[in-house]
């Protein structure tokens, strides 16, 4: 599931990889429903791939891949942010 400390820590890593700290970013929740790849080639191009699948367990998966650059990245940090705005973390 989704939660404030989880979506922190996404947070965190995703800014690292932003501001070319690291290479890869892996959000993975505990929940085996969905999966995001974040990598930088060598050209600062950024891959995205990832699968969800719903029904959870049982039901059909797709699977996605796709290129884009820093500014996208950027764009799904503040959205991210958002969500913690609205739903904010509990302690």
């Known amino acids: 599931m989704f939660e404030g400390r989880l979506i922190n820590f996404f947070l965190q890593e995703l800014r690292s990889f932003s501001a070319l700290h690291k290479k890869e970013v892996i ?3 505990t929940e085996p429903y969905f999966k995001l790849t974040f990598s930088l080639d060598s050209m600062k191009n950024v891959g995205i791939g990832g699968f ?3 029904p959870v367990g049982w039901g059909s998966e797709l699977q996605f891949e796709f290129k884009t ?3 996208y990245v950027d764009q799904f940090i503040k959205g991210l ?3 913690l705005t609205r739903f904010p ?3």
């Open 69 to 71: 650059d820093l500014t």
């Open 52 to 54: 969800v699948q719903y």
């Open 81 to 83: 942010k958002k969500i």
């Open 27 to 29: 959000i993975e929740p």
């Open 89 to 91: 973390q509990k302690i």
